[in-house]
Every structure is written in C-alpha cells, then in structure tokens.
C-alpha cells in the first residue's frame, strides 16, 4: 500500500486544516490508518488511529477534542480535521498503515506500523 498526504499548511492559532490520506491499493478489515507528527528537534508522536474495520477511533492526548480522524472506504482515503490549531501543533504531519491479519488493539508506538507516507507540513501561527 502506497500512502499520500496532503492538506497541509499555513493557518494562525484557532483555525482549522483537513489533512488527507490517499491510500493506493488494498486496505484490509483489520488494518489501521494512523496519524503521526513530528516537529522539528523531537520525536514523532501518535495523533490518531482509525480501524477499518469498525471505525473505532484513537486519539493522542494532545489532540483529544480537537481532532477527528474519519474515513471513506470507497475512495480509501482517510482524513484529519484539525480545529482549534495552536502553535504546539506545528509539525510534519505522516500518514501510515498497519497491516495485521487479525483483529489488533490501538498502538501509539510507530514501530507496529508498517507503510509511511512522505508527510505533510502543518505550520500554526501566533
């Protein structure tokens, strides 16, 4: 599976960005699309998750009321909205699957994923 996302930008603090995760290829019922970031001079972090399956959902601390993850199983895309934006949220933003032949719990660590899009950028300014 191939991941492209796309939607990033510049946005001042409170605004609002939808990222996009095109996935080429199949994505199967008991994969994961996740969402990490990383800023510059730190390590990447866990923002959300979503199962295929179920559209059960995860969400990283930091973004939990501000963020929601959803998906379109007809075009194997996955979204991001991101709302009330603060400048902590600056970061390059990665799309990424895990692939797993069984049914798996939520994962915050990126290790357990497999495929990595190429990022996105998302600056939030003051």
């Known amino acids: 599976v191939q991941l492209q996302a796309s939607g990033g930008g510049l946005v001042q603090a409170g605004g609002s960005l939808r990222l996009n995760c095109a996935a080429s290829g199949d994505i199967f019922s008991n994969n994961h699309i996740g969402w990490f970031r990383q800023a510059p001079g730190q390590e990447r972090e866990f923002v959300a998750a979503?199962?295929?399956?179920?559209?059960?959902?995860q969400y990283g601390d930091s973004v939990k009321g501000r963020f929601a993850i959803s998906r379109d199983s007809t075009k194997n895309t996955v979204y991001l909205q991101m709302n009330d934006l603060k400048p902590e949220d600056t970061a390059v933003y990665y799309c990424?699957?895990?692939?797993?032949?069984?049914?798996?719990?939520?994962?915050?660590?990126?290790?357990?994923?497999?495929?990595w899009g190429q990022g996105t950028l998302v600056t939030v300014s003051s």
């Open positions: 990424t699957i895990r692939r797993s032949p069984v049914a798996t719990p939520f994962s915050f660590f990126e290790s357990v994923y497999n495929d």
């Open positions: 979503i199962k295929w399956r179920d559209n059960k959902k």
